[in-house]
């Protein structure tokens, strides 16, 4: 029942346009060298963990609406964070209101958490920006929300790595088998090398000068730069996330 009138009350703030970019400065504090660097920070971020998350700074907070109220629109109009998994964050800056808020999107509610998105404002934000560093201010938050979030999506039951490892090794950690095996593996991996490339190539099986050398002659061709797919560009298009699940807004 409160879900439809949540939808149709959300529908009539007036949002800006859903950004472009990572990083969108509309109050023009931001120095453009520092916005192309948190820029693809965050870009790199998404690439590697799939979480979202975006920066919007501005002066004032659009009239008819809080700052809690755009913020759950926003996170869903403007699609932050991955479809079905909703994890995505905004860091939000409106200089002449003097508030900020970071909103969260559902699926990291786990990690980012009210409190911690209440410290990362309070604690690490607004000395920041009382001093006018607001590019340095923007970049400790977005470490810190990339802290708290890398991990979202393999959480673990409290027991590192190497804990883990350990355990459940230890019992063939003492057999003298086991100690040679990786040095069994070796040895029978760089004969056979060794093989191809002298008896192998008498034979004519194995032409080192071939199209599948690499230009140094080695037998092992690497690949070329063709093999990343990112680019340079830090244009940002949204992942479909519908909801925000907290966060916590602050003044200075």
Same mark, same amino acid.
């Given at each position: 029942?409160?879900?439809?009138?949540?939808?149709?009350?959300?529908?009539?703030?007036?949002?800006?346009? &859903?950004?472009d970019h990572f990083v969108t400065d509309r109050?023009?504090?931001?120095?453009?060298?520092?916005?192309?660097?948190?820029?693809?920070?965050?870009?790199?971020?998404?690439?590697? %963990?799939?979480?979202?998350?975006?920066?919007?700074?501005?002066?004032?907070?659009?009239?008819?609406?809080?700052?809690?109220?755009?913020?759950?629109?926003?996170?869903?109009?403007?699609?932050?964070?991955? &479809?079905? &998994?909703?994890?995505?964050?905004?860091?939000?800056?409106? %200089?002449?209101?003097?508030?900020?808020?970071?909103?969260?999107?559902?699926?990291?509610?786990?990690?980012?958490?009210?409190?911690?998105?209440?410290?990362?404002?309070?604690?690490? =934000?607004?000395? &920041?920006?009382?001093?006018?560093?607001?590019?340095?201010?923007?970049?400790?938050?977005?470490?810190?929300?990339?802290?708290? %979030? @890398?991990?979202?999506?393999?959480?673990?039951?409290?027991?590192?790595?190497?804990?883990?490892?350990?355990?459940? %090794?230890?019992?063939n950690n003492n057999s003298p088998l086991f100690?040679?095996?990786?040095?069994? =593996?070796?040895?029978?991996?760089?004969?056979?090398?060794?093989? =191809?490339?002298?008896?192998?190539?008498?034979?004519?099986?194995?032409?080192?000068?071939?199209?599948?050398?690499?230009?140094?002659?080695?037998?092992?061709?690497? @690949?070329?730069?063709?093999? @990343?797919?990112?680019?340079?560009?830090?244009?940002? @298009?949204?992942?479909?996330?519908?909801?925000?699940?907290?966060?916590?807004?602050?003044?200075?």
């Amino acid at each position: 029942m409160f879900a439809p009138l949540l939808t149709l009350f959300l529908a009539s703030i007036t949002l800006p346009p &859903k950004p472009d970019h990572f990083v969108t400065d509309r109050a023009g504090v931001l120095p453009a060298d520092r916005v192309e660097a948190i820029d693809a920070k965050l870009k790199s971020f998404e690439q590697s %963990t799939s979480t979202q998350v975006i920066v919007y700074v501005d002066k004032k907070i659009p009239d008819g609406t809080t700052l809690e109220e755009m913020g759950a629109q926003a996170i869903r109009e403007w699609g932050v964070g991955q &479809k079905g &998994k909703d994890n995505g964050a905004i860091v939000f800056i409106f %200089t002449e209101d003097r508030k900020m808020r970071i909103e969260v999107g559902y699926g990291l509610e786990g990690s980012l958490t009210d409190a911690r998105s209440r410290l990362i404002t309070s604690e690490l =934000m607004k000395p &920041k920006i009382r001093a006018g560093d607001y590019a340095g201010a923007v970049d400790a938050a977005v470490s810190a929300i990339m802290n708290f %979030t @890398s991990g979202e999506e393999h959480k673990g039951g409290g027991v590192a790595v190497a804990q883990a490892n350990v355990a459940g %090794t230890n019992h063939n950690n003492n057999s003298p088998l086991f100690l040679l095996f990786p040095l069994f =593996m070796f040895l029978g991996i760089g004969g056979f090398i060794v093989f =191809m490339l002298t008896y192998g190539r008498k034979r004519g099986w194995v032409n080192v000068s071939s199209s599948s050398s690499s230009s140094d002659g080695s037998f092992f061709s690497s @690949s070329s730069d063709s093999s @990343s797919s990112s680019d340079s560009s830090s244009d940002f @298009s949204g992942g479909g996330g519908d909801g925000g699940g907290g966060g916590s807004s602050d003044s200075w």
